[in-house]
């Protein structure tokens, strides 16, 4: 099974403030422990809001909202990509991160399995993808 | 207080996580690998006791080493207690490790030791199997034996078996010696891709995926590759498992019926594992790569493809020309025939499997009738096609394979 854990983000980083060195290297330990385990597939930290913007869909309108955005604790500030043979495995690994504080979320990502499609949804899924395939030929 | 399924939950995770260290510790100080696993999983069986009265403890991992210690630690002085009283003589106190320094060594080598006492060549295969995903993969032997289709009693008894012959035949727990070193890590590397294989392809019966076991088979690698960073051949075959398992989701249709990879829509290919898959590719080339490497620089070839059109089919051909110098083999041969098919035209394919039809290995192999009709069809000799197709059909155990090629050998007739 594999997860992408979400790193919230906190003033700090919003505000572009640099964790500090021991936590650097302490999160480069853990990082290490994961990659030896076979368990972390990626991960990355973002750059602050500020920097990010957002696109809004309502029936054929776009909008762009540019960042920075309200409510710190609802953005997410960096990721990993985990593989795992549980949720509780997963959790497992995360309960270990050096984290004083914050909050980090964790979601299942879906699998070949999980997909039930019938025909007809896969048949429209694969029309959909050809399109958007020939667009960008075009 | 959490539910007790949810602790039980939370100690098979733990289990999962601190396993190979733990019984690659303990088998440090206990020279006994059998008698470490035992150790260990009485530390688990504490656990199961307590913490659904107790709750998790904060350092789960921490805790089982401690109990498990603990059990070792009791188990040397009564084997010292034991040997004093048979031989009646005094042994210095020094034959206790120091179990508490002993065990906080250097705890990736313990792992790797492991790795390589599981996968030792003087068990059978399908012991090397059981034990390495039972020791390192923290699968439990019911797990093991539901993912390979046979009896619980029959895995039981093979890893009973193995670690029985390892003990007698008294297998250090060290790196293997440099003149060995080269065939075990052979023997390694053959463990962890049939586990790959297993999960990714099922010879027999209407299971096409057990997908499981390839995410095991990549764990092990991953875990390989970070204690073996400078061995090619490692990330060669990290390279060829994160290569092959980025198409599961594309390999398979709605049916259940496998789609051929030409066919596949590579807009369902992974692009995390190729990414992964051609950055492990990459290490090992730079580091001389080997088998596993040129096959996975073989499946690269379909990987940086973006449509089936673009394939280099040439720089195929000669890979399977090279793979097939450093491992000579017809189903090599057979597979360079399909690539030079492709490359320079289906009768120079057809040459070189003409050439294969008599090889007694293949004589029973599905692939070799199902290649030669493939390349008869485009020839347009359909009615030898059909024919092929048909023997291949009926060579096959598996059931979706074999549905397919009746349809292709339906096809050639209709054509």
């Not at chain 2, 490790?97 to 990736?108: L, M, R, S, Y």
């Amino acid at each position: 099974m594999r997860f992408i854990v979400f790193v919230k983000a906190s003033k700090e980083s919003e505000t572009g403030v640099m964790p500090s060195d021991e936590l650097l290297s302490e999160m480069g330990k853990y990082n290490e422990e994961l990659v030896k385990a076979g368990v972390m597939l990626d991960g990355a930290g973002l750059k602050p809001s500020s920097q990010g913007a957002r696109i809004q869909y309502a029936g054929g309108k776009r909008t762009i909202v540019d960042g920075p955005f309200p409510e710190a604790k609802e953005l997410v500030a960096g990721y990993w990509l985990i593989q795992a043979k549980s949720k509780e495995e997963a959790i497992e690994w995360l309960k270990r991160a050096p984290f004083q504080d914050g909050e980090v979320e964790l979601r299942p990502i879906f699998e070949v399995a999980d997909f039930d499609m019938s025909n007809e949804t896969r048949a429209l899924h694969d029309d959909i993808a050809k399109q958007l395939k020939d667009r960008d030929k075009a | 207080m959490e539910a007790p399924d949810s602790v039980h939950r939370a100690i098979d995770a733990v289990w999962r996580i601190e396993s190979p260290r733990l019984i690659g510790g303990l088998t440090r100080i206990l020279r006994d690998v059998g008698l470490a696993e035992e150790m260990a999983q009485d530390a688990l069986v504490t656990a199961l006791e307590q913490w659904p009265e107790t709750g998790v403890p904060d350092n789960p991992g921490a805790w089982l080493m401690t109990t498990a210690k603990n059990r070792a630690l009791d188990r040397l002085r009564h084997k010292k207690r034991v040997e004093l009283k048979h031989r009646e003589m005094v042994v210095p106190d020094r034959d206790i490790p120091d179990v508490e320094t002993a065990i906080d060594e250097d705890v990736g080598d313990d792992v790797l030791r492991l790795m390589f006492i599981a996968c030792h060549p003087i068990v059978s295969t399908e012991a090397r199997v059981a034990l390495t995903l039972r020791l390192l993969g923290g699968l439990t032997t019911e797990e093991i034996a539901r993912a390979f289709l046979v009896p619980e009693p029959t895995v039981a008894q093979r890893i009973v078996r193995a670690k029985r012959a390892l003990g007698e035949a008294g297998i250090a727990f060290e790196m293997p010696p440099l003149a060995e070193r080269a065939e075990r890590l052979w023997s390694l590397l053959e463990v962890i891709y049939l586990i790959f294989n297993e999960g990714y392809a099922a010879t027999a019966g209407d299971d096409w995926m057990r997908p499981a076991l390839c995410e095991d088979a990549m764990r092990l690698g991953r875990m390989l590759a970070a204690l073996m960073p400078d061995e090619a051949e490692v990330h060669g075959l990290v390279a060829l498992m994160e290569l092959n398992a980025s198409r599961s989701a594309a390999r398979v249709g709605p049916q259940g019926e496998p789609i051929l990879l030409l066919e596949q829509n590579r807009a369902r290919w992974d692009r995390l594992l190729i990414r992964r898959g051609l950055a492990a590719l990459e290490r090992a080339e730079a580091l001389g790569g080997g088998p596993y490497t040129l096959q996975a620089a073989l499946v690269a070839c379909h990987a940086r493809a973006r449509t089936a059109e673009e394939t280099d089919w040439p720089r195929i051909a000669a890979l399977y020309g090279e793979l097939g110098e450093v491992m000579p083999s017809p189903i090599v041969e057979l597979n360079r025939a399909v690539a030079v098919g492709m490359a320079f035209g289906p009768e120079k394919g057809l040459e070189i499997v003409d050439g294969l039809v008599d090889e007694p290995s293949l004589a029973k192999y599905h692939l070799l009738p199902s290649v030669r009709g493939d390349l008869l069809t485009k020839l347009g000799r359909h009615d030898e096609a059909r024919a092929e197709f048909e023997r291949a059909a009926s060579l096959t155990k598996n059931a979706r394979e074999r549905e397919l090629l009746l349809k292709r050998a339906h096809s050639a007739t209709s054509s």
